[in-house]
């Protein structure tokens, strides 16, 4: 006979000593994150916490593909559409806010689901970031040898203060490269020498997801959604934002190969090419960030049964009951 505990339902309060779950979904751009992640969310009766640093601004919706509002209603996304463009919001203020909304959140749910692809935020949120200093003069002089050098000469000295962290980042964002080089200069230590390396104690157990499948199947699924965003409507929404070009949420794939159009550097046709092959690298260096980290239980992401098997197996481990049975997700 079945114990008292196994009727427990994953939507439930917890029982006390239980640890709540937070089933981590990752992987590269256009590979079916959110689909999963609602499928998920739905069986376990709980809501999703959004870790992209990019579909936390306003005003971005289809170039940064945001989870659309048929979805969003379907399972509450928390960190969606909530920072203004002319905001700077980093992966340890999302560390902060995260970790407080889960530990409300956890009061009464045994589950929450955490989707995204910027490795830095789930790190930030799983493991934890060091405290990393700040000076604002030094970050304002940053910018403006960004406006009157360009990115490269930046890109260039955080290659030799820190070649570690140069090489695996994204050398082409420059918020990423102010901060980093920010970092250097106040501390007179590399930036890459602020990242823990002991996993900070959380209050909640943790089953990491990762998505991965063949090169040129996410090569198609990467074409075809920008060529999806390019029907919804990405060129006016990228043309609404051109006079804010310089912020540094607008510092990213999408945008600034709309910008370079606008300001007469290519064709629309040339625009979205680019967009195209600048999404696939980025695609890459996902990855390889992932792949670095640990713990991380990776499944094609076209397998559905071994995705909802993993899931599965972590809540009869806890004796706890699905909420309900799975969508099929296409």
Not at 38 to 62: H, T, W, Y
Not at 231 to 241: I, K, Q, V, W
């Amino acid at each position: 006979m079945a114990s008292e505990s196994l009727t427990s339902s994953t939507s439930e309060a917890l029982r006390q000593s239980e640890k709540p779950l937070l089933v981590t979904i990752l992987g590269p751009t256009a590979i079916g994150k959110t689909s999963r992640a609602i499928a998920v969310a739905k069986a376990l009766g709980c809501e999703i916490i959004n870790a992209d640093s990019r579909q936390i601004f306003r005003g971005m919706p289809i170039g940064t593909a945001q989870p659309t509002a048929a979805e969003r209603a379907t399972v509450p996304h928390h960190f969606v559409d909530f920072v203004e463009v002319e905001e700077y919001y980093s992966a340890g203020q999302f560390e902060i806010d995260a970790l407080q909304w889960l530990d409300q959140y956890f009061q009464t749910h045994k589950t929450a689901v955490m989707v995204g692809g910027s490795g830095l935020y789930i790190k930030a949120v799983l493991e934890g970031l060091d405290n990393m200093p700040t000076d604002l003069s030094i970050r304002e002089a940053l910018n403006e040898r960004l406006e009157q050098s360009g990115l490269e000469s930046l890109a260039n000295q955080l290659q030799l203060l820190d070649p570690l962290h140069a090489k695996k980042m994204d050398l082409k964002n420059p918020q990423r490269v102010i901060r980093a080089l920010e970092v250097c200069l106040v501390s007179g230590k590399p930036f890459s020498s602020f990242h823990k390396r002991d996993t900070a104690a959380r209050n909640f157990d943790v089953l990491t997801i990762g998505l991965e499948m063949n090169r040129s199947e996410l090569i198609c699924r990467i074409n075809a959604r920008v060529d999806d965003m390019v029907s919804a409507g990405m060129r006016d929404e990228a043309l609404t934002l051109h006079p804010k070009a310089k912020l540094n949420a607008l510092q990213t794939v999408g945008y600034r190969e709309w910008f370079e159009c606008f300001d007469g550097h290519c064709s629309e046709d040339d625009a979205i090419d680019r967009i195209k092959v600048h999404t696939r690298q980025f695609a890459k260096r996902q990855m390889t960030w992932f792949k670095k980290m640990e713990n991380i239980r990776w499944a094609n992401a076209l397998d559905t049964t071994t995705i909802e098997s993993l899931v599965h197996q972590a809540i009869v481990q806890r004796q706890w009951q699905m909420h309900h049975p799975f969508d099929s997700v296409d």
